[in-house]
């Protein structure tokens, strides 16, 4: 069983920049980073592997969104910038154990239980 915990959320400006964090409490295969706006679907933002090796990005990111890993402490980043109104959503971090697709939401065996993001103009 492995636990993975956000942080870093809030209420931020549109432009601002943030950095979300997610702790695992054991080692995992892939980390990623998905989120969901209201009224939404679930969507894809990043994932890393365990080695920080290979990045997986969604199709809407372009180079806005940064994901890094520090596997000395078990921790996931996600680095934000320029931040738009339609980012706002809740940020939930997941974990794949062993073997999994990256982009895909159910090949994750762990959740977090998500940190919201709320972008004001």
């Known amino acids: 069983q492995v636990q993975v915990a956000e942080s870093g959320g809030g209420l931020v400006q549109a432009g601002d920049s943030l950095r979300l964090s997610c702790a695992a409490s054991?080692?995992?295969?892939?980390m990623g980073w998905f989120r969901q706006a209201p009224g939404k679907e679930r969507e894809f933002v990043a994932a890393?592997?365990?080695?920080?090796?290979?990045?997986w990005y969604g199709d809407f990111v372009k180079g806005r969104f940064t994901i890094s890993r520090d596997n000395a402490k078990n921790t996931v980043y996600l680095q934000v910038d320029s931040l738009k109104l339609e980012d706002t959503a809740v940020y939930y971090c997941?974990?794949?154990?062993?073997?999994?697709?990256?982009?895909?939401?159910?090949?994750?065996?762990?959740w977090g239980q998500g940190t919201q993001v709320t972008v004001s103009s």
């Open positions: 054991g080692r995992t295969y892939v």
């Open positions: 890393i592997s365990w080695n920080g090796g290979s990045t």
């Open positions: 997941a974990a794949i154990l062993r073997v999994g697709e990256p982009i895909k939401a159910d090949d994750y065996n762990y």
